[in-house]
T-cell receptor, first 115, second 117 residues
Framework: AQKITQTQPGMFVQEKEAVTLDCTYDTSDQSYGLFWYKQPSSGEMIFLIYQGSYDEQNATEGRYSLNFQKARKSANLVISASQLGDSAMYFCAMKNGRGFQKLVFGTGTRLLVSP | DVKVTQSSRYLVKRTGEKVFLECVQDMDHENMFWYRQDPGLGLRLIYFSYDVKMKEKGDIPEGYSVSREKKERFSLILESASTNQTSMYLC????????????????FGSGTQLSVL
């Protein structure tokens, strides 16, 4: 069975600093994908970044990058130059290479960016 | 602009009532999903559908059923609402590519906060 673990219930960071949100995963599949979503107080889930298990380079999307360490089964999200608008819940999720793109989610990390 | 629309943002129902949560997407996506979100538990998959009239159980289907009569609409049904079904319900959709791997992300609606009293 697949499992996503986010061990940080909450994180604090000052504006303009970088922050790393941890995510470890467990799967027996060779082919899988890892996602990060942001959920602001409005409730809508916003896709941030994707990493495929066969991708050799770490994914980057603007200020977001994914530190993918396959041997350690970790997929940490790095947000550079934090902004006040980054305050939100962040969820790590995984899908396997088969089936219908079902995502398994972690429990989330609440990030608070202070001025 | 792509959109997944959930019919209600907030809903209050009584124990034992039959509850319908509606979700419509305008992206011609084959896959649709219903998740519930609870503090400390993250998102858990209730049901999903990969085609019209097709449905598959997710991780927590007990007490729920679904209906997909049209491609764009996926309904979640609580046959007899109970207090432990008080939760945030999120609908999502995605393309079905048939590829073994791909970055087909889910598009989510804004959620329905259901309170069962």
């Amino acid at each position: 069975a697949q499992k996503i673990t986010q061990t940080q219930p909450g994180m604090f960071v000052q504006e303009k600093e970088a922050v790393t949100l941890d995510c470890t995963y467990d799967t027996s599949d060779q082919s899988y994908g890892l996602f990060w979503y942001k959920q602001p107080s409005s409730g809508e889930m916003i896709f941030l970044i994707y990493q495929g298990s066969y991708d050799e380079q770490n994914a980057t999307e603007g200020r977001y990058s994914l530190n993918f360490q396959k041997a350690r089964k970790s997929a940490n999200l790095v947000i550079s130059a934090s902004q006040l608008g980054d305050s939100a819940m962040y969820f790590c999720a995984m899908k396997n290479g088969r089936g219908f793109q079902k995502l398994v989610f972690g429990t989330g990390t609440r990030l608070l960016v202070s001025p | 602009d792509v959109k997944v629309t959930q019919s209600s943002r907030y809903l209050v129902k009584r124990t034992g009532e039959k509850v319908f949560l509606e979700c419509v997407q305008d992206m011609d996506h084959e896959n649709m999903f219903w998740y519930r979100q609870d503090p400390g538990l993250g998102l858990r998959l209730i049901y999903f559908s990969y085609d019209v009239k097709m449905k598959e159980k997710g991780d927590i289907p007990e007490g729920y059923s679904v209906s997909r009569e049209k491609k764009e609409r996926f309904s979640l049904i609580l046959e007899s609402a109970s207090t432990n079904q008080t939760s945030m319900y999120l609908c999502a959709s995605s393309l079905r590519t048939g590829a073994e791997r791909g970055n087909e992300k889910l598009f989510f609606g804004s959620g329905t906060q259901l309170s069962v009293l």
